[in-house]
């Protein structure tokens, strides 16, 4: 496992640095593929057909549809003032792609706090791994297909495993780290990334770790 995950870091580092992959946000904007995980939710949780669609499905296409509207004026240069003793030079500021991102996602909306970030991080020219809960193994299973159907493993690449995987994943150098779930499982993230330079996006909920 550690051997594979080292290779699919190598590989998305090789893309992430020295090209965008903005264009590819978003292909999982398959609405026919998303709804075959409504079974799949109501197999881990219980979840109704109405409760599936308003909690998982629609906020995840709002977010497909939302990047895809914004992403021409997220990816554009933006002109900024250039200082006097500068004159005649032009300023601006150029977005730019934090690098490989890893996505830890929850249990209890294992749909929608997978895919959102997932949507976040490829429309702004990342590559992803994610890494969703093995507490709803079923959507995990669902997701793995889903994206390994939409996109190359240098990409996008889902890991499975428990939360000795997540443990690994944490370890390495990721240049940004989305994650929702408990305080004390954020806690180990959050002193798990403070001793390199890369950034996080943490979510902490009284959910249990």
Do not use: C
């Amino acid at each position: 496992m550690a051997k594979r995950i080292d290779k699919l870091t190598d590989a998305q580092r090789l893309v992430s640095i020295g090209a965008r992959v903005s264009e590819y946000a978003i292909v999982v904007h398959n609405r026919d593929e998303l709804q075959r995980i409504q079974g799949v939710l109501r197999a881990d949780l219980g979840k109704s057909r109405a409760e599936a669609e308003v909690t998982e499905l629609h906020p995840v296409l709002e977010e497909i549809q939302h990047a895809i509207r914004r992403l021409p004026r997220w990816m554009a240069a933006r002109r900024v003032d250039t200082p006097v003793v500068l004159a005649g030079a032009r300023s601006e500021i150029q977005p730019q792609a934090r690098g490989v991102t890893l996505v830890l996602s929850p249990w209890n909306y294992p749909v929608n706090l997978a895919l959102a970030p997932l949507v976040a991080s490829l429309a702004a020219g990342n590559t992803v791994i994610l890494k969703p809960s093995e507490k709803a193994p079923n959507v995990a299973r669902a997701l793995r297909a889903l994206l390994e159907s939409a996109f190359e493993p240098h990409l996008v690449a889902v890991v499975e495993g428990d939360a000795a995987v997540a443990q690994a994943l944490t370890a390495l150098p990721f240049d940004h780290i989305f994650f929702t779930g408990s305080t004390a499982v954020g806690r180990r993230v959050i002193n798990r990334k403070s001793t390199r330079l890369n950034s996080s996006h943490t979510d902490i909920s009284r959910m249990p770790s």
